[in-house]
């Protein structure tokens, strides 16, 4: 079995900073890209960032600038570092992964259960 887990969530005022963190376990034979979406309350999923097994990284344009994805390939783990925060920022954020198990060929995108970012004075 393969796991996504997110944490790192919570309340925050409006300027200050929060950092997700998103661990994959379990029978992990190769991890591709990673990302991070979130949900706002009456709006669709949309995209934060992106990254890639190699690095590289696509932001969203309304967190450019503010957001920094990253990962740590020897432990399976994704960042998000988010500076600046907003209260539109308010959201359920989302990790997703690209990971082949051991016991099946190809990659299936796994999703975390999801953490809560409230950005409120």
């Known amino acids: 079995q393969v796991q996504v887990v997110e944490s790192g969530g919570g309340l925050v005022q409006p300027g200050g900073s929060l950092r997700l963190s998103c661990a994959a376990s379990?029978?992990?034979?190769?991890?591709?890209?990673m990302g991070w979406y979130r949900r706002a309350p009456g709006k669709q999923r949309e995209l934060v960032a992106r990254?890639?097994?190699?690095?590289?990284?696509n932001y969203a344009d309304s967190v450019k600038g503010r957001f920094t994805i990253s990962r740590d390939n020897g432990v399976n783990t994704l960042y998000l570092q988010m500076n600046s925060l907003k209260p539109e920022d308010t959201a359920v954020y989302y990790c997703?992964?690209?990971?082949?198990?051991?016991?099946?060929?190809?990659?299936?995108?796994?999703w975390g259960q999801g953490t809560q970012v409230t950005v409120s004075s």
């Open positions: 997703t992964a690209a990971i082949q198990p051991y016991y099946r060929s190809g990659y299936n995108d796994y």
């Open positions: 990254i890639t097994s190699g690095g590289s990284t």
């Open positions: 379990g029978s992990i034979f190769s991890i591709n890209s």
